[in-house]
């Protein structure tokens, strides 16, 4: 488990001082417009189980852009997430001593760990379109990530239509116990102790590498006045290491307990089809989304979204999102107990919550105040926009012995502010 | 769910939504007021949509089709 040693101070505060440093120098520059913007989210998902922490993970961004008069744009930006809580190391069940099933999520083991990403891009804004490149590095003890994204955007027949097409290709290192003495044998593999040997070259660790491709490309298009329709997909292709480290599954009455493992490669497909619809007699908006899924672990998945948007005043903007996630498991999934009597299902076992069969409903409510100054004034803010969101994302697993069945719901809270120069 | 059919439904879906609009590319400059407005935006703002696709994305088996890409291990 990660051991939680606290955020580097001086690096932070150089981050910052750097996106500061953009901010005002982008000024200086003659940047046309400059933007900066700050957000924090909590995320809470409580245990039901009496002394289980569950988890919390707080999750503060910040953003820059500066957009000059010859088009050209650069953007950078900071975001954290400071986790921390109780997990099962062992996804299984144990024989109490009346020999009923106990779920090992009982046993839960507290940690916290903090993870960070920086990004930065360049973009070129044309009449017709513009063309984006960025990249991110991200790190955390047991992980980290290198990712760069190409994107561009092109508007034809009269700007009617839009054609977006994104590729990103990360290049990840996954720490993971070394298993040397394993013979190649998945069932002898043991899960990593903890993070604190990860990336120094240590013999009792290894470090694992994951690529992922992903390619989406969509097509927008303003239909009528009040509608526009936006249509695309999503492939993704994952090779390396995706298994959590830590986690052991119980296989068997034998007492088995190797550490989780999936397979090295996964291809995921999405399509999707959005709406947007305009009424403005109640100065509003429906917004409304399908997705289908699938990939090459089984799983299949449809997803619905509406989102609802309505101006109180001029200055206060209100919103109601409602969204809801139907999924069958991965092939190779099956519930702690299945895995407890029978053993695994083929040579991959998991206790990953999102490879198991899963409804998920989210709902919430944003208020987002918007101060825009009179036509004619000019003010050294331009624009400034405040907004708090909570939602609620319930969660219904098919089992009791399923992965994190004691954790329900989640209160997702997020308070944010951004500003226009 | 039935492998074959549940991936066409969406091709036919989204294939069957965009030719139900044949012949209205017209939409001019002067109509689009209602369309500029932020409301309408499938984007929205970039940084929350970053923020709840980070959310969703470990919270979901399904991915993609929403602006995310990229990796994280999401491993808790």
């Keep these: 488990m990660p051991t939680g040693r606290p955020i580097s101070g001086s690096r932070t505060v150089a981050t910052w001082l750097a996106l500061a440093c953009l901010v005002a120098g982008a000024s200086r520059a003659g940047a046309a417009e400059v933007e900066a913007a700050q957000r924090g989210t909590l995320f809470l998902e409580p245990s039901n189980i009496k002394g289980n922490a569950g988890i919390t993970v707080f999750h503060p961004q910040t953003d820059v852009s500066a957009t ?28 109490d001593a009346t020999g009923r099933p106990v779920d090992a999520i009982s ?12 990004h930065g891009g360049l973009s070129y804004a044309r009449p017709v379109g513009d063309v984006a490149a960025s990249y991110s590095y991200g790190w955390e003890h047991d992980y980290r990530s290198h990712a760069v994204t190409v994107n ?39 899960a990593l102790a903890n993070s604190n040997n990860c990336f120094k070259g240590t013999p009792d660790v290894a470090t694992r590498s994951l690529n992922i491709d992903a390619v989406e490309p969509s097509l927008t298009w303003a239909l009528t006045p009040r509608l526009d329709l936006q249509g695309g997909g999503t492939a993704l292709v994952l090779d390396g290491f995706q298994s959590n480290p830590y986690r052991q599954v119980d296989l068997g009455r034998a007492g088995a307990r190797p550490q989780e493992t999936l397979p090295q490669f996964r291809q995921r497909y999405a399509l999707f089809l959005r709406s947007a619809y305009a009424v403005p007699a109640a100065r509003a908006s429906i917004q409304a989304m399908a997705r ?7 799983v299949r998945a449809a997803t619905a979204e509406v989102l609802l948007q309505s101006y109180v005043t001029r200055f206060l903007l209100w919103s109601l999102r409602g969204r809801a ?21 083929g040579k991959y076992w998991t206790g990953d919550r999102e490879l198991s069969p899963m409804q998920n409903l989210l709902t919430g409510s944003q208020l987002t105040y918007l101060h825009i100054p009179e036509a004619g004034q000019h003010h050294f803010i331009s624009e400034l926009d405040a907004s708090l969101k909570f939602e609620l994302l319930f969660y219904r697993l098919d089992s009791v012995y399923a992965p994190n069945a004691d954790r329900k719901f989640a209160g997702i809270l997020q308070l944010a502010v951004s500003a226009r120069f | ?53 980070h959310v969703l994305s470990n919270r979901e088996g399904a991915v993609g089709a929403t602006g995310t890409s990229g990796g994280g291990c999401g491993c808790n």
């Design chain 1, 152 to 190: 561009t955007r092109t508007d034809v027949l009269d700007h009617a239509l839009t054609i977006n097409l994104s590729y990103t290709h990360n290049f990840d290192s996954v720490c993971d116990a070394a298993n040397v003495d394993t013979g190649g044998i998945p069932l002898a593999r043991q």
């Design chain 1, 325 to 345: 996630t139907a999924q069958g498991g991965a092939v190779f999934y099956e519930d702690a107990q299945t895995y407890f009597l029978h053993g695994p299902n």
């Design chain 1, 68 to 95: 000059f008069a010859s088009g050209l744009g650069i953007a950078a930006g900071y975001a954290v997430d400071v986790v921390s809580g109780a997990t099962p190391r062992v996804f299984g069940v144990r024989n």
């Design chain 2, 1 to 53: 769910m039935r492998s074959p059919s549940f991936f066409k439904v969406g091709i036919v879906m989204l294939l069957a939504s965009l030719a139900g609009g044949c012949g209205h590319f017209g939409v001019k400059a002067h109509q689009r007021e209602l369309l500029a407005d932020r409301i309408m935006s499938f984007e929205g703002n970039a940084q929350e949509r970053a923020a709840d696709e």
């Design chain 1, 107 to 118: 046993g839960a083991t507290k940690f916290s760990d903090v993870r960070q990403q920086v």
């Design chain 1, 292 to 298: 289908v899924y699938r990939d090459s672990w089984g």
